[in-house]
């Protein structure tokens, strides 16, 4: 299993960034894929799920309303979507799947301020 993030980058309060994660080494249709994200000095927190045909999706109170979970079965990627951040989300992205235990990507770095 295999996840790589990409898209992170650097942001001023209200911008909007969308995150990509590229799955491979499983039938990524069959899983639900999700998003988490840890801030320097605090736990690791679910962002956003994704149902296998992207039809059912939750999210996190903080972020609800501005980003948005996405996948495209064909090309095996998850996204999200964030509009109108905050310095508040600023932390490290993770992809995830659980397949009999947790699988996470490498993480990629946002940064929101101003």
């Known amino acids: 299993v295999q996840l790589v993030e990409s898209g992170g980058g650097s942001v001023q309060p209200g911008g909007s960034l969308r995150l990509s994660c590229a799955a491979a080494g499983f039938t990524f249709s069959g899983y639900y894929m999700k998003w988490y994200r840890q801030a320097p000095g605090k736990e690791r927190e679910l962002v956003a799920s994704?149902?296998?045909?992207?039809?059912?999706?939750n999210y996190a109170d903080a972020v609800k309303g501005r980003f948005t979970i996405s996948r495209d079965n064909a090309k095996n990627t998850v996204y999200l979507l964030m509009n109108s951040l905050k310095p508040e989300d600023t932390a490290v992205y993770y992809c995830?799947?659980?397949?009999?235990?947790?699988?996470w990507g490498q993480g990629t770095q946002v940064t929101v301020s101003s």
């Open positions: 995830n799947v659980r397949i009999r235990m947790e699988y």
């Open positions: 994704i149902s296998y045909t992207g039809q059912s999706t």
